[in-house]
């Protein structure tokens, strides 16, 4: 059983930045793949970005390439999500995930173990 506890959510402008964290409490295994889901006010959960556990190979949606960046802390049983130039359109909830699937999914069906979200709204 993993437990995920995501922290770092606020409130910010536009064009700034925030670096949410998620940390596990459980065995987490070199298969598996973490990831950042966000729900946006009216939307459905949909997919930000996602790395694996040992290899760090990292994917992303294309509304956040080259503005987010999903990490890594093995020892710390963390993954971060740092989050640059947000707009407007980036506000939402974001969620920590964990799969057990070997395969990248961008399908939150996909994901095994969720924490509770951290709100991030961005307005000026």
């Known amino acids: 059983q993993v437990q995920l506890a995501e922290s770092g959510g606020e409130l910010v402008q536009p064009g700034g930045s925030l670096r949410l964290s998620c940390v596990a409490s459980?065995?987490?295994?070199?298969?598996?793949?973490m990831g950042w889901f966000r729900q946006g006010p009216g939307r459905g959960r949909e997919f930000v970005a996602a790395?694996?556990?040992?290899?760090?190979?990292?994917w992303y949606t294309d509304s956040v390439k080259g503005r987010f960046r999903i990490s890594r802390d093995n020892a710390e049983n963390a993954v971060y999500l740092q989050m640059n130039n947000l707009k407007l359109e980036d506000t939402a909830v974001y969620y920590c995930?964990?799969?057990?699937?070997?395969?990248?999914?961008?399908?939150?069906?996909?994901?095994?173990?969720w924490g509770q979200g951290t709100q991030v709204t961005v307005s000026s």
């Open positions: 995930a964990l799969s057990k699937s070997v395969y990248i999914n961008y399908h939150p069906e996909a994901y095994d173990y």
């Open positions: 790395i694996n556990w040992r290899l760090g190979k990292t």
């Open positions: 459980g065995t987490i295994y070199s298969s598996d793949i």
